[in-house]
T-cell receptor, first 117, second 118 residues
Framework: AQSVAQPEDQVNVAEGNPLTVKCTYSVSGNPYLFWYVQYPNRGLQFLLKYITGDNLVKGSYGFEAEFNKSQTSFHLKKPSALVSDSALYFCAVRDIPMNTGFQKLVFGTGTRLLVSP | GAVVSQHPSWVICKSGTSVKIECRSLDFQATTMFWYRQFPKQSLMLMATSNEGSKATYEQGVEKDKFLINHASLTLSTLTVTSAHPEDSSFYIC??????????????FGNGTRLTVT
């Protein structure tokens, strides 16, 4: 089965500094990777995805992610963090189990980003 | 853009009672919806895939008789937690695929339902 790992429970960064939220993946075949953000007591919002093409993917709210096949990583980045970026971030991978054929998203455990003023 | 509405936002019920959570796709039809459960330590677990007009596909370890899913129309899926117990207290989130999109299209999520069983 496909999976993603987010090694950091929390990332702290000062406003204006660059931020990185890490994600590594384990897949058979081509990876289809996603980043979502969750604000308190809310559902998830889509940020960006990697399917094919350029390794640097640009998404919503100034976020981008770099797909690195050799390191099996898909880290989320932003050049200059804002206090309002503080939220819970989830990396996800598409999985299609053989026994069902239904596509589903498998999420990482999430990383809490805290941006201090 | 596509909006998924989930109701209620929060609910408190007594142990042994049943609770129904609704997930509606506004302004678009969703043949497939997904129900997730989020545990206190952040992890998001897929419970089941809800398919309009057919039985839901449950993930391994999820009790079908406890978490009843009905997807009777193209815009509504419901999750009923039957005979709820305190351990069922959690944050439940539904989602639907971007309308007209491919399998790689992003999911649109409802705002979740906080269930507390006393």
């Amino acid at each position: 089965a496909q999976s993603v790992a987010q090694p950091e429970d929390q990332v702290n960064v000062a406003e204006g500094n660059p931020l990185t939220v890490k994600c590594t993946y384990s897949v058979s075949g081509n990876p289809y990777l996603f980043w979502y953000v969750q604000y308190p007591n809310r559902g998830l919002q889509f940020l960006l995805k990697y399917i094919t093409g350029d390794n640097l993917v640009k998404g919503s709210y100034g976020f981008e992610a770099e797909f690195n096949k050799s390191q099996t990583s898909f880290h989320l980045k932003k050049p200059s963090a804002l206090v309002s970026d503080s939220a819970l971030y989830f990396c996800a991978v598409r999985d299609i189990p053989m026994n069902t054929g239904f596509q589903k998203l498998v999420f990482g455990t999430g990383t809490r980003l805290l941006v201090s003023p | 853009g596509a909006v998924v509405s989930q109701h209620p936002s929060w609910v408190i019920c007594k142990s042994g009672t049943s609770v129904k959570i609704e997930c509606r796709s506004l302004d678009f039809q969703a043949t497939t919806m997904f129900w997730y459960r989020q545990f206190p330590k952040q992890s998001l677990m897929l419970m089941a895939t809800s398919n309009e007009g057919s039985k839901a596909t449950y993930e391994q370890g999820v009790e079908k008789d406890k978490f009843l899913i009905n997807h009777a129309s193209l815009t509504l899926s419901t999750l009923t937690v039957t005979s709820a117990h305190p351990e069922d207290s959690s944050f439940y989130i539904c989602s639907a695929r971007d309308p007209g999109g491919s399998y790689n299209s992003p999911l649109h999520f409802g705002n979740g339902t906080r269930l507390t069983v006393t």
